[in-house]
């Protein structure tokens, strides 16, 4: 932990920290006014970091019941207009679903973080990549979408703290972090500084006493004849506008490649290690890593499809960005998928077999 005076954003030094307080911090440098959270492994130093810079700060930390009551909460201090965030694992995720639904008919802002772990069910605590479908597809009832981001590092998870808060504001939509077991466990030195802020709109839509004026109404009942029809509208206009402008990827030895490599947060590291050795031994690959897993980079696995190469994308799952992946490429190319679910971890070793195993598909 760091002392309020010794933060990063003053000394602009880089300092040894794990992620999941790395993040916590990062929050707090980003605005965040009230925190509400439940304690689960492995995002338990989330809320144990909360409950003692919150109030160093003057700001709101509850620990609640249940992670009901943390999405509910994260739901009415919203509607205030102030900056709220909730954190969880994979099973206390599940219970926030409804409550994640309600925030998005109300177009309420919110930074919801899933360090991710083995399932289904109870699972393990074991690092995982298995709830991409449920972060990727909104996750609760009904026609809505959340901002996704998957981190690779600590560094990362600091970094996109900061934009996923004003992204909230500007789109005025829940982000989530899809994080896991390693990245909120690992120590690595990050550098933690106040970020200029995007151009925020105003909060003309927030609960903050009429006074000389009309009162605001903040809600995701919608009964009137047609009403919850144009609110949906309203609602994919914002997710295409999103999908045009948020999309956030890196991409290596692409350009040349036969192989190209697909894999998001933990695992794109160990690809990318796996690709340096396939090329060391003369094999040209090349990875794509996904930054915003929603809007996914589409566009750019497409255009890379049109080489006739082939792909393979590895996942901590039984697979579920594939499907993505496969949507993208369009039957341009083979997808092949190589995964490790229920806290497995692929090798770099079992990555590089894999690519030595694949057949280049002669161009047509």
Same mark, same amino acid.
């Given at each position: 932990m760091i002392e309020k005076s010794d933060t990063c954003s003053e000394t602009h030094k880089r300092i040894l920290m794990c992620g999941n307080e790395a993040l916590a911090e990062a929050s707090i440098i980003a605005g965040l006014d009230a925190y509400f959270g439940y304690p689960i492994t492995p995002q338990n130093e989330i809320t144990a970091y909360m409950s003692r810079r919150m109030a160093e700060e003057g700001r709101v930390f509850i620990q609640s019941e249940s992670e009901l009551a943390a999405i509910n909460m994260v739901f009415g201090a919203s509607a205030t207009g102030k900056r709220t965030m909730t954190s969880s694992s994979s099973p206390g995720i599940s219970l926030m679903q409804e409550g994640m639904s309600y925030l998005a008919g109300a177009e309420l802002p919110a930074v919801v973080v899933n360090v991710m772990r083995g399932g289904p069910g109870l699972g393990n605590i074991a690092p995982s990549q298995s709830d991409y479908f449920q972060a990727t597809r909104g996750g609760g009832h009904g026609d809505y979408r959340t901002i996704v981001f998957g981190p690779s590092t600590v560094q990362e998870l600091v970094d996109y703290m900061h934009l996923a808060f004003d992204l909230a504001d500007v789109y005025r939509i829940t982000v989530v972090i899809l994080a896991d077991g390693f990245l909120g466990q690992m120590m690595e030195p990050v550098l933690l500084e106040k970020k200029p802020h995007r151009e925020l709109p105003a909060k003309d839509w927030a609960l903050t006493g009429a006074k000389g004026r009309e009162q605001n109404i903040v809600r995701s009942l919608?009964?009137?004849?047609?009403?919850?029809?144009?609110?949906?509208?309203?609602?994919?206009?914002?997710?295409?506008?999103?999908?045009?402008?948020?999309?956030?990827?890196?991409?290596?030895?692409?350009?040349?490649?036969?192989?190209?490599?697909?894999?998001?947060?933990?695992?794109?590291?160990?690809?990318?290690?796996?690709?340096?050795?396939?090329?060391?031994?003369?094999?040209?690959? *090349?990875?794509?890593?996904?930054?915003?897993?929603?809007?996914?980079?589409?566009?750019?696995?497409?255009?890379?499809?049109?080489?006739?190469?082939?792909?393979?994308?590895?996942?901590?799952?039984? *697979?579920?960005?594939?499907?993505?992946?496969?949507?993208?490429?369009?039957?341009?190319?083979?997808?092949?998928?190589?995964?490790?679910? *229920? *806290?497995?971890?692929?090798?770099?070793?079992?990555?590089?077999?894999?690519?030595?195993?694949?057949?280049?598909?002669?161009?047509r």
């Amino acid at each position: 932990m760091i002392e309020k005076s010794d933060t990063c954003s003053e000394t602009h030094k880089r300092i040894l920290m794990c992620g999941n307080e790395a993040l916590a911090e990062a929050s707090i440098i980003a605005g965040l006014d009230a925190y509400f959270g439940y304690p689960i492994t492995p995002q338990n130093e989330i809320t144990a970091y909360m409950s003692r810079r919150m109030a160093e700060e003057g700001r709101v930390f509850i620990q609640s019941e249940s992670e009901l009551a943390a999405i509910n909460m994260v739901f009415g201090a919203s509607a205030t207009g102030k900056r709220t965030m909730t954190s969880s694992s994979s099973p206390g995720i599940s219970l926030m679903q409804e409550g994640m639904s309600y925030l998005a008919g109300a177009e309420l802002p919110a930074v919801v973080v899933n360090v991710m772990r083995g399932g289904p069910g109870l699972g393990n605590i074991a690092p995982s990549q298995s709830d991409y479908f449920q972060a990727t597809r909104g996750g609760g009832h009904g026609d809505y979408r959340t901002i996704v981001f998957g981190p690779s590092t600590v560094q990362e998870l600091v970094d996109y703290m900061h934009l996923a808060f004003d992204l909230a504001d500007v789109y005025r939509i829940t982000v989530v972090i899809l994080a896991d077991g390693f990245l909120g466990q690992m120590m690595e030195p990050v550098l933690l500084e106040k970020k200029p802020h995007r151009e925020l709109p105003a909060k003309d839509w927030a609960l903050t006493g009429a006074k000389g004026r009309e009162q605001n109404i903040v809600r995701s009942l919608w009964l009137p004849e047609g009403a919850l029809e144009a609110l949906n509208n309203k609602l994919k206009a914002k997710y295409e506008l999103i999908e045009k402008n948020e999309v956030l990827c890196e991409q290596y030895e692409v350009e040349d490649a036969e192989i190209v490599v697909v894999a998001y947060g933990i695992a794109a590291r160990i690809v990318r290690s796996a690709v340096s050795r396939a090329r060391e031994e003369g094999i040209k690959a *090349g990875w794509i890593r996904p930054i915003t897993l929603w809007p996914f980079p589409t566009e750019q696995i497409s255009r890379a499809a049109e080489e006739f190469k082939i792909f393979l994308t590895v996942e901590m799952s039984l *697979g579920q960005m594939v499907e993505d992946v496969r949507l993208a490429v369009a039957g341009k190319a083979p997808v092949v998928f190589y995964g490790r679910p *229920g *806290g497995g971890t692929p090798t770099v070793d079992e990555i590089l077999d894999k690519i030595k195993q694949l057949t280049i598909p002669e161009k047509r």
